[in-house]
């Protein structure tokens, strides 16, 4: 009966005794986090793609909750009503942001740049760009090889199979520019999404005097700079005999699209004008 | 018996299918493409311009920084256009392009076939001479040859080395060069040794090529007891600089150091050959053994090529492309790069044509790795090829810098073992330039 009392006693001031030590030793190294992380969190989408420039979402509430103005942080995933609710629960303001899209600016399809080698390597495009300028006549376009698909954690951007470019999924992108940093070549760019997500782009980022860019792909931007000069909003500017269209200018007039010679300069989205075919003849139409 | 490296290394079939034939001259082009970027380092600036009349030999572009090397003329003609024009992997390189008219060399060349053994020159005289004509290492890398010569301060050379290992298969450029013209290359590694103000040389040659070895033996032994020869067992990649160093003097090039820092200067074959015409002839370098070769052949070639000459022409001269070739490599099978262009012309440190059948070059399908380690034993760095290919695809660049990635040699011997195809190489060299980038931007202490 003894040993039966003896051993409870002694296990329960045992058990006091270390509760104790446990409660001031919590207390001595007691980390203070602001409870309101936690509920910033919640607000987020937890896609942890690291689109707002963060290591996570939760790096993201962290700097949410430090930050004493929301309007430099962002995060493209959850969008503005995201955000609208993260101010919300901090009881700030934040301004509504532009939605932004991926977009592909190279249009070197198999029939627009015909390909002058065989790459018959790792498929990676990294690989690729480390190794050589590219298996086409252009050094500049998409090496076809898909590590924007690869890196695309929303299943937004594709590989066509026919056309070897990638196609951006408009619904499912979030703009999280995983996409263009996996691009060796830096053909990939967040646009604005534009006014009824209509949007206008030139489709190439060759840099080559117009020759040159012309006989590598028949949809290349040549820089002949017709599209700057009709241009009545000072949206376009050339260099390094490209173009460039500032998607804060823009106000959608398509003019430029209609002056291109080479129909490099793309619309998207907007309610069919012309036949495509009509303007841009395809190679094997010499 | 042969001296090795320790670790690693493979036994590929040597395939020197070329070795019998003797050194052609190419014939004469008809518009010779000049590459302003012919070496390692900063590209030389054009010292031409449209029309000028140009002979052989002649300077047509000045080195522009500490790294860079002087380009002469190869052939005689006039200047038709000074362009950017791609280079073998695509890249646009400033050109020189030439129409060539007739041969016209510098008169001050010599052109005479007799053998000039007595050095003039003193050490600085001949660094001088050398970096006026424009000489680069030509065993691949293309670093100019003055730079190497001239040690930075507080360092000095203990040996010369000269590289005569040429371990790649199908290649025998070097070996050529061996065979013919074995007391100009010793001269030439007696005014490297006078440049360098070294005692000792020592020659490694693969002992697959015993007619070399012997001929050098025989000629050394009688006029020049201060250059050994070493027979060097024939293995994979003992032509690699460390290797060599390792093989010979038993020294260990530190990581991401140069040969310099364990007292060795490595000089290939072919810039011996170079810098003895250069000195003694008075010859810039414009010219190079080029073996072109291939099992889809029926005629192997050893030339001795002027730069500029585009590999179409290449292709002509041996009487077209063979039917079943489906790529050509600049260099060897191991360590070459695959021409991607045929308009690409010819540079100082090209040293072969390699033809392959698409038998030779396919890829196997990319299976799951099997844990067997055979890169692990092939590699001759000591690196865990395996590791640093999985980490490599997780992007996990710290960890690759742990495990020394930027010691990668890029021989390929991993691949060549790996049963499951794994692209073991494209993987390690993407995150090892990644690597080499990262150290090299960090504020140096």
Aim: proline share 5%; with cysteine.
């Amino acid at each position: 009966m003894n040993t039966i009392i003896f051993t409870i006693v002694s296990l329960s001031v045992l058990g006091l005794v270390l509760s104790l030590i446990l409660y001031l030793v919590s207390q001595k190294f007691k980390v203070v986090e602001d409870p309101r992380i936690d509920g910033v969190q919640e607000l987020l989408p937890a896609a942890n793609c690291g689109g707002c420039g963060y290591a996570g979402c939760r790096a993201f509430a962290e700097a949410c909750v430090k930050a004493e103005d929301l309007d430099k942080m962002y995060c493209p995933v959850g969008g503005n009503s995201v955000m609208q609710n993260v101010a919300g629960y901090l009881g700030v303001k934040v301004a509504e942001k532009t939605p932004q899209i991926a977009v592909v600016r190279c249009n070197g399809t198999c029939d627009n740049r015909p390909k002058t080698s065989n790459y018959d390597g790792y498929s990676s495009c990294a690989v690729m760009a480390n190794l050589f300028a590219g298996d086409t006549d252009c050094r500049y376009g998409c090496l076809s090889q898909g590590d924007c698909e690869l890196s695309c954690k929303f299943d937004a951007i594709k590989m066509d199979p026919l056309t070897g470019l990638p196609e951006v999924d408009e619904e499912k992108c979030t703009a999280c520019g995983a996409c263009v940093k996996a691009c060796p070549k830096m053909i990939i760019e967040l646009r604005n999404k534009g006014l009824k997500n209509r949007r206008i782009f030139v489709s190439c980022i060759n840099k080559d005097k117009g020759g040159v860019a012309k006989k590598a792909c028949v949809v290349a931007c040549i820089g002949c700079t017709k599209c700057q000069k009709i241009c009545p909003y000072d949206a376009i500017t050339m260099s390094n005999n490209l173009a460039y269209i500032d998607y804060n200018k823009c106000k959608l007039c398509r003019k430029c699209v209609i002056e291109c010679p080479t129909r490099a300069i793309w619309e998207v989205n907007f309610p069919v004008r012309l036949p495509r075919v009509e303007k841009a003849p395809i190679i094997d139409q010499k | 018996m042969s001296k090795t490296f320790s670790l690693g290394g493979i036994h590929p079939h040597d395939n020197k299918i070329s070795a019998a034939a003797s050194i052609e001259n190419f014939p004469l082009v008809d518009t010779a493409y000049i590459s302003m970027s012919q070496h390692l380092g900063a590209p030389a600036e054009p010292v031409v311009a449209k029309g000028d009349i140009v002979k052989v030999g002649q300077l047509i572009a000045k080195s522009s920084g500490f790294i860079s090397a002087n380009i002469h003329s190869s052939v005689s003609g006039v200047v038709s256009s000074v362009e950017l024009l791609p280079d073998l992997s695509g890249t646009m390189v400033q050109h020189v392009v030439i129409k060539v008219d007739g041969d016209v060399w510098m008169e001050n060349i010599d052109r005479s076939e007799e053998i000039v053994g007595e050095i003039k020159l003193s050490g600085p005289e001949i660094i001088a001479k050398i970096a006026e004509c424009g000489i680069v290492g030509l065993g691949g890398a293309a670093f100019p040859t003055n730079i190497k010569l001239s040690p930075p301060p507080g360092k000095k050379a203990e040996y010369l080395i000269i590289n005569g290992a040429e371990c790649e298969p199908y290649l025998t450029s070097d070996y050529r060069i061996m065979v013919e013209s074995p007391e100009q290359i010793l001269i030439g590694t007696k005014i490297m040794m006078r440049a360098l103000n070294v005692k000792n040389a020592y020659f490694g040659v693969e002992d697959n090529k015993p007619k070399a070895i012997k001929l050098l033996k025989k000629i050394a032994g009688k006029n020049y007891p201060e250059i050994k020869i070493v027979p060097l067992t024939k293995r994979y990649p003992q032509g690699g600089e460390k290797q060599m160093i390792e093989a010979i003097t038993g020294r260990q090039v530190p990581s991401m150091g140069l040969p310099i820092d364990v007292g060795v200067v490595v000089q290939n074959v072919g810039t011996a050959l170079a810098v003895y015409e250069a000195v003694q002839k008075n010859k810039p370098l414009f010219d190079g053994i080029v073996t072109i070769t291939g099992n889809c052949m029926t005629e192997q070639r050893n030339f001795r090529l002027r730069v500029g000459t585009t590999f179409d022409t290449m292709m002509y001269a041996i009487g077209g492309l063979p039917k079943d070739a489906v790529k050509l490599i600049s260099g060897g099978p191991m360590m070459g790069k695959a021409v991607c262009r045929m308009d690409a012309a010819s540079v100082k440190s090209t040293s072969a044509l390699l033809l392959l059948t698409e038998a030779e070059t396919k890829r196997g399908v990319e299976s799951n790795c099997i844990r067997c380690a055979k890169c692990v034993d092939a590699c001759p760095m000591g690196l865990e090829p395996y590791l640093l290919n999985r980490l490599s695809r997780a992007d996990r660049i710290e960890d690759l810098e742990e495990h020394m990635v930027h010691d990668c040699i890029e021989c390929g011997c991993c691949l060549y073992t790996c049963p499951s195809n794994i692209p073991l190489l494209d993987t390690i060299r993407l995150s090892k330039a990644q690597v080499i980038k990262i150290i090299r931007s960090r504020p140096k202490k």
